[in-house]
């Protein structure tokens, strides 16, 4: 999600709002390092590596050393640039995460500094990964007068932070302050209007690609990628006191997007909305797939067993279970405050392939290959990834620490036998990337059509297990080694994870109960 914010007289919106058109924005996710590298070379360079942690490291576990309880997360930046303009977009930590989103910018144009916070308030609907425009309310928090002391721009951010969690105060505070956005244009407006435009990516109902990302003109998806805008509107009284005795410059306006002093940037401003990091970074696998075998808890070995039991049976076609956990009512509260009631429900396919439940609270499934299809179903198709990816995405962050997919698949070295696999993920961003690289592989840019194509990179695939159906996992995991997934085995009830030696490359196993 984009958002353009700037701040003119309202006879001049359209020619501002056409001229950021004119120009063409562009936007990605940068590392750590190349945004350390930026920085320093910034004329005007913010000390906010205090508040900087990343949640893959130590560091996470303590306050950043700052000694705030606002944490920046670096885990995912996002760079936009548009003309002679670049922003810097991350997540923040703050105790009020759990109900809000909250994003820092940093932003530069002609070696001018500044930054602005953003706080948005999802409705109980919209989720970062949603693929509708934000629903919520949206606080944009200025901070002017940028500063290269380290103790006194702490004190202003942790002030921002502080202000934006209590709600913005209307607007007065530090720098600009916050204040709430509005869709109706506030015509009585005893100050100055701010105008934002929500410019929001929209990625396609198939989860394949953003807008921005390469794919084919043919996308036969219900929803296409697309970008969608929305109008909001604050009004910002021009009668606070700016902190320290800070005066506005002639010509600047403040809380319309410009600073005081040497940070004036100019009146537009881009950022886009950025999520924390996923749940599924801390919790341990082998806990998630204990838990589900669990007879007091989610007890799946009743439906394991179940599809293990139609392989001997040697059923001809696909069967699935998908699992949700619906919201548990809490009558005290009068509100959803948990995930608690288990739901499976059941499928029947056809020879290779079935039907598996996705939404926001479908968190597991797991399916069956037909001893029929030998020995290219022993193991998960292309398919099975890219719907495991496409589950992943549209399930809430609550669950995605929990997400994973099991398979019931015949052994290809002895039908009658079987093994269960289960996958999940690692990172999703490679998944992602890796499943649109292949999908748009020059091998099958000639077969136009969705569902042949498909039958191609299915085909393919089969033929190269048959081939190595002596070592089908190792086979898996070095075909799949840029996924972004892991595998799993269960083995007399245990789960052991199945991963290559990083000297030969050959398969091992990690045994969870170790």
């Given at each position: 999600?984009?958002?353009?914010?700037?701040?003119?007289?309202?006879?001049?919106?359209?020619?501002?709002?056409?001229?950021?058109?004119?120009k063409?924005?562009?936007?990605?996710?940068?590392?750590l390092?190349?945004?350390?590298?930026?920085?320093?070379?910034?004329?005007h360079?913010?000390?906010?590596?205090?508040?900087?942690?990343?949640?893959?490291s130590?560091s996470?576990?303590?306050?950043?050393?700052?000694?705030?309880?606002?944490?920046?997360?670096?885990?995912?930046?996002?760079?936009i640039?548009?003309?002679?303009?670049t922003?810097?977009?991350?997540?923040?930590?703050?105790?009020?995460?759990?109900?809000?989103?909250y994003?820092?910018?940093?932003?530069?144009?002609?070696?001018?500094?500044?930054?602005?916070?953003?706080?948005?308030?999802?409705?109980?609907n919209?989720?970062?990964?949603?693929?509708?425009?934000?629903?919520?309310?949206i606080?944009?928090?200025?901070i002017?007068g940028?500063?290269?002391?380290?103790?006194?721009?702490?004190s202003l951010?942790?002030?921002?932070?502080?202000g934006l969690?209590e709600g913005?105060?209307?607007?007065?505070?530090?720098?600009?302050?916050g204040?709430?956005?509005?869709n109706?244009?506030?015509?009585?407006?005893?100050?100055?209007?701010?105008?934002?435009?929500?410019?929001e990516?929209?990625?396609?109902?198939?989860f394949?690609?953003?807008?921005w990302s390469?794919?084919?003109?043919?996308?036969?998806?219900?929803?296409?990628?697309?970008?969608?805008?929305?109008?909001?509107?604050?009004?910002?009284?021009?009668?606070?006191?700016?902190?320290?005795?800070?005066?506005p410059?002639?010509?600047?306006?403040?809380?319309g997007?410009?600073?005081t002093?040497?940070?004036?940037?100019?009146?537009?401003?881009?950022?886009?909305?950025?999520?924390?990091p996923a749940?599924?970074?801390?919790?341990?696998?082998?806990k998630?797939?204990?838990?589900?075998?669990?007879?007091?808890?989610?007890?799946?070995?009743?439906?394991?067993?179940?599809?293990?039991?139609?392989?001997?049976?040697?059923?001809?076609?696909?069967?699935?279970?998908?699992?949700?956990?619906?919201?548990?009512?809490?009558?005290?509260?009068?509100?959803?405050?948990?995930?608690?009631?288990?739901?499976?429900?059941?499928k029947?396919?056809g020879?290779?392939?079935?039907?598996i439940?996705?939404?926001t609270?479908?968190?597991?499934?797991?399916?069956?290959?037909?001893?029929?299809?030998?020995e290219?179903?022993?193991?998960?198709?292309?398919?099975?990834?890219?719907?495991?990816?496409d589950?992943?995405?549209?399930?809430?962050?609550?669950?995605?620490?929990?997400y994973?997919?099991?398979?019931?698949?015949p052994?290809?070295?002895?039908f009658n036998?079987?093994?269960?696999y289960?996958?999940?993920?690692?990172?999703?961003?490679?998944?992602?990337?890796?499943?649109n690289?292949?999908?748009?592989?020059?091998?099958?840019?000639?077969?136009?059509?969705?569902?042949?194509r498909?039958?191609?990179?299915?085909?393919?695939?089969?033929?190269?297990?048959?081939?190595?159906?002596n070592n089908l996992?190792?086979?898996?995991l070095?075909?799949?080694?840029?996924?972004?997934?892991?595998?799993f085995?269960l083995?007399?009830?245990?789960?052991?994870?199945?991963?290559?030696?990083?000297?030969?490359n050959?398969?091992?196993?990690?045994?969870?109960?170790?």
């Amino acid at each position: 999600m984009i958002s353009l914010i700037f701040s003119c007289e309202k006879d001049l919106y359209e020619d501002a709002i056409q001229q950021n058109h004119d120009k063409q924005i562009n936007i990605k996710q940068i590392s750590l390092e190349q945004f350390n590298s930026k920085l320093i070379q910034m004329k005007h360079k913010p000390e906010i590596e205090g508040f900087m942690v990343s949640s893959n490291s130590n560091s996470f576990q303590n306050r950043a050393s700052s000694g705030s309880e606002f944490e920046i997360i670096t885990d995912d930046i996002k760079e936009i640039t548009q003309g002679d303009y670049t922003s810097y977009t991350m997540y923040v930590k703050t105790p009020d995460t759990t109900n809000s989103i909250y994003n820092i910018t940093i932003e530069e144009v002609n070696d001018n500094t500044s930054l602005f916070l953003t706080k948005y308030e999802p409705s109980n609907n919209w989720t970062i990964t949603s693929t509708r425009n934000f629903e919520g309310n949206i606080i944009i928090y200025r901070i002017s007068g940028i500063t290269n002391d380290p103790v006194v721009l702490t004190s202003l951010l942790t002030e921002a932070f502080e202000g934006l969690q209590e709600g913005g105060n209307n607007g007065v505070g530090v720098g600009s302050g916050g204040s709430s956005t509005s869709n109706s244009y506030p015509y009585d407006c005893n100050g100055i209007v701010q105008t934002t435009l929500i410019v929001e990516a929209i990625m396609c109902s198939e989860f394949v690609h953003w807008p921005w990302s390469p794919t084919e003109s043919n996308c036969t998806a219900n929803e296409k990628a697309k970008i969608v805008t929305t109008y909001l509107y604050e009004c910002i009284p021009t009668d606070y006191t700016p902190i320290d005795g800070d005066t506005p410059n002639p010509g600047d306006t403040p809380g319309g997007g410009t600073n005081t002093g040497n940070n004036n940037t100019g009146g537009t401003s881009l950022t886009t909305i950025v999520g924390g990091p996923a749940p599924d970074a801390t919790k341990d696998p082998c806990k998630v797939f204990e838990e589900a075998l669990d007879p007091l808890k989610q007890n799946l070995n009743h439906y394991i067993n179940d599809l293990v039991a139609k392989h001997q049976q040697s059923v001809k076609n696909e069967v699935s279970y998908s699992f949700e956990k619906r919201p548990q009512y809490d009558p005290d509260t009068d509100a959803n405050t948990a995930f608690g009631n288990y739901n499976a429900v059941y499928k029947d396919g056809g020879p290779t392939s079935v039907y598996i439940n996705l939404g926001t609270r479908w968190y597991s499934s797991i399916h069956l290959h037909p001893k029929d299809q030998e020995e290219a179903s022993g193991i998960f198709s292309w398919q099975d990834i890219r719907t495991f990816k496409d589950g992943y995405l549209q399930v809430t962050d609550d669950l995605k620490g929990e997400y994973s997919m099991m398979l019931v698949a015949p052994n290809p070295l002895n039908f009658n036998q079987y093994n269960v696999y289960a996958l999940r993920i690692n990172d999703i961003n490679l998944l992602i990337e890796a499943i649109n690289n292949e999908w748009n592989s020059s091998k099958w840019l000639n077969i136009t059509d969705e569902k042949k194509r498909l039958e191609a990179i299915q085909k393919a695939l089969g033929k190269d297990y048959v081939n190595n159906k002596n070592n089908l996992a190792q086979f898996f995991l070095q075909k799949f080694s840029n996924y972004g997934i892991s595998l799993f085995q269960l083995q007399n009830n245990q789960w052991k994870e199945l991963v290559l030696n990083n000297t030969n490359n050959e398969l091992e196993e990690k045994p969870c109960n170790n």
